[in-house]
């Protein structure tokens, strides 16, 4: 603990940051509580999206895979040109919120090609969407994880370091000043004790 002065005004700012620091940390510890919930709750939709994904590319090569004749016909069918997001706030931290994608489809002969290309392309595009969805899923948990980390480390500098020190210094300064305070009684008394009877004499 850093050296504090042993004074009545050291002892009034310390109790007064005890107080700042008593009445921050519980919403910081709140914080910490709904954000490690929001991660939680991101998680859980980027599982979701995952499992969606995945049932939809087993479907997609299952009856692609009795359908096609020529493979390369699905290479590069789909692109993503562009991902459109918003904007959200979780617990004071901005957060992109996925909206829809904009996609390229290549050209193919209508007539040169089978029917269900058409079915593919709209798997794909669903597919594509889906990581997109989860790309921006795994932003969100970045940042809110980076929140939760920066959060935490201030609930342990309040819980750990702050408030005991402050505390410590209240016990110092009072200890102190009771000591002060004791000598002061003592020194009166014991020069109150020096001092002659100077009581006039009565005449007789």
Known sequence: MAKVKLTKTELKAQSDALKRFQRFLPML????QQLQSEI????AKADAVTARERELRS???????????????????????????GTANIAGVPIPTFESIETDVKEVDLWATPAWVDSAVAATTQILSLQC????????RRLVTEELQQTSQRVNLFEKVKIPACKEAIRVIKIALGDEQ?????????A????PDTEPEVAA
Not at 29 to 32: G, N, P, V
Not at 72 to 77: C, I, Q, V, W
């Open 29 to 32: 510890q709140l914080k910490k």
């Open 40 to 43: 939680a709750g991101i998680t």
């Open 59 to 85: 479907d997609l090569n299952r009856w692609v895979g009795l359908f096609a004749t020529d493979e390369s016909l699905l290479a590069g069918l789909v692109s993503v040109k562009g991902v459109k997001t």
């Open 133 to 140: 969805e989860r790309a921006i899923y795994e932003e969100q």
């Open 182 to 190: 004791t000598a002061a009684v003592t020194r009166g008394k014991i």
């Open 192 to 195: 109150k004790s020096r001092v």
